[in-house]
């Protein structure tokens, strides 16, 4: 028995940190969210050249299509390599036959020339016909000019902006540096520490998983008024374990919650991709509805198609051989944690 759904949406994702399995442990251990970024993530960032971002993307892309996965929300940072990242990231997925709309995340962490060529770069990708949206890493490591010259570009592109807020206790002024800039077409991801009248607009992105692996807390977006969508920061694509997640987590604090809010959730990943609901799963399970789905485990997709291609069939990708994916891939972490 099998079931057909939409090509699932992952509405935040870093396709960068696909490269991170196995690297070097930090100098020190982590012990909140500032040193994790610190220690592993602006580690990782500032190491990353052209050809590793392709080969991490492609391999995102392949994992993406092997869970059901057909369009992903890219959220991206190479400080060290800005000048034309988000092409690579959108050509490597075009190419495993992925639908992918990318940001480059802009920061002054590194200077203000450093946030000027993230804005360049969103810039140049949009105007020439790029899928994706202005990107901001976070309100906390971003000056206010940066901050209003980010929402400037994206109101004159037409686009939404991407944006981490209130991830960890470090931004929880999050929302009075943002008030007056964001907008419906804004996504705001995380938001674990955003109160619950915080006056933003925008879809709010809730990453169970990486909130957990983080120790940040829980989002709890049941609260919010703001439509809420589903991500997994960068932890691969597997948006009916995101929802397993979602589910659960909300049931750990309202043991009346069914899993049909998180379900939801998933389904509003359509609203930020909606060609993605033109895209065919099939699936290994029938009835795919949420209470099944909430304990069903080893659901897999069957055969999937993009645009009324099929790009996965049998357990492989059509387009590319994805063992020789994951060989380049293996290849290029190497290189990135030798510079570790």
């Known amino acids: 028995m099998s079931a057909v759904t939409p090509g699932l949406v992952c509405a935040h994702h870093h396709l960068y940190s ?5 690297m070097p442990p930090p100098p020190k251990v ?3 969210f500032q040193e994790i970024l610190e220690q592993v993530w602006w580690r990782l960032d500032v190491a990353l050249d052209l050809e590793m971002i392709r080969w991490s993307a492609m391999l995102g892309a392949v994992e993406a299509l092997e869970s059901g996965t057909t369009a992903i929300v890219d959220h991206h940072e190479s400080p060290n390599a800005i000048e034309g990242s988000l092409d690579v990231i959108a050509e490597a997925c075009a190419e495993v036959g992925v639908r992918v709309l990318t940001a480059y995340g802009i920061t002054d962490r590194h200077g203000p020339d450093g946030a000027k060529r993230g ?22 490591t971003c000056s206010d000019k940066s901050l209003r010259e980010a929402a400037g570009l994206a109101h004159d592109l037409g686009v939404g902006v991407h944006i981490h807020v209130a991830e960890g206790i470090g931004d929880v002024e999050a929302p009075t540096r943002l008030a007056g800039l964001t907008a ?3 996504l705001l991801s995380h938001c674990v520490h955003l109160p619950d009248d915080h006056g933003l607009s925008g879809i709010i992105l809730h990453n169970p998983r990486s909130n957990l692996n983080n120790g940040v807390g829980y989002a709890n977006p049941a609260r919010f008024t703001n439509p809420v969508a589903l991500g997994t920061d960068g932890i ?15 049931r750990s604090v309202d043991v009346t919650a069914g899993p049909d809010p998180a379900w939801s959730w998933l389904e509003n990943g359509w609203n930020i991709m909606p060609e993605a609901r033109g895209d065919e799963v099939t699936w290994s399970y029938e009835p795919m509805d949420p209470w099944h789905i909430a304990f069903t485990p080893s659901i897999r997709p069957l055969e999937v198609k993009v645009n009324d291609e099929v790009v996965f069939k049998d357990g492989k990708t059509t387009r590319v051989d994805a063992a020789e994916v994951r060989a380049k891939a293996r290849e290029q972490a190497s290189r990135l944690h030798a510079r570790l």
């Open 184 to 186: 419906d077409n804004w």
């Open 119 to 140: 804005l360049e770069e969103n810039e140049r990708f949009i105007k020439a016909g790029g899928p994706g949206y202005v990107g901001i890493h976070a309100a906390f």
């Open 18 to 22: 696909e490269l991170a399995r196995g």
């Open 30 to 32: 982590a012990t909140n």
């Open 236 to 250: 691969g694509a597997n948006m009916i374990e995101s929802f397993r997640l979602a589910y659960v987590m909300q």
